[in-house]
Nanobody
Framework: QVRLVESGGGLVQTGGSLTLSCAAS????????MAWYQQAPGKQRDMVAAITSGGDTNYADSVKGRFTISRDNAKNTVYLQMNRLKPEDTAVYYCNTWPWIVGGNWGQGTRVTVSS
C-alpha cells in the first residue's frame, strides 16, 4: 500500500526556519527520486526540491539557497530544511516521487504559514 505522511509544518515568522519530514512506504520510496511540492492557495502544485536515490538534488529558483532536501534511505524518509522563510513560502507542502506518477496517491500534506 502506498503511503505518504508529511509532518513538521506550522506557523513561523519571516526569516524563521522549519524542517518538514515525509515518511513514505518502501514501495514508493526505494530507488525513486523524491520531491517536495508546494501548493499555495489558489495555485497549482509545483515541485520545489527533488532528490535522486543517489542524493543529487534539484531546486526551484524560488527556494534555491534557502531550502535543502535530504533523504534517509534506511528510514524511507525525505526531509526539507526550510531557512530564511518568506511570506510567499506559505503553502501546503506534499512529498511524492519525482516526477509524479500520474494517478499516484498524495498524502495529506503539511501546512506552512509564514507571517510577515
Amino acid at each position: 500500500q502506498v503511503r505518504l505522511v508529511e509532518s513538521g509544518g506550522g506557523l513561523v515568522q519571516t526569516g524563521g526556519s522549519l524542517t518538514l519530514s515525509c515518511a513514505a512506504s518502501k514501495s514508493i520510496f526505494s530507488g525513486n527520486s523524491m520531491a517536495w511540492y508546494q501548493q499555495a492557495p489558489g495555485k497549482q502544485r509545483d515541485m520545489v526540491a527533488a532528490i535522486t536515490s543517489g542524493g543529487d538534488t534539484n531546486y526551484a529558483d524560488s527556494v534555491k539557497g534557502r531550502f535543502t532536501i535530504s533523504r534517509d534511505n534506511a528510514k524511507n524518509t525525505v526531509y526539507l530544511q526550510m531557512n530564511r522563510l518568506k511570506p510567499e513560502d506559505t503553502a501546503v507542502y506534499y512529498c511524492n516521487t519525482w516526477p509524479w506518477i500520474v494517478g499516484g496517491n498524495w498524502g495529506q500534506g503539511t501546512r506552512v504559514t509564514v507571517s510577515s
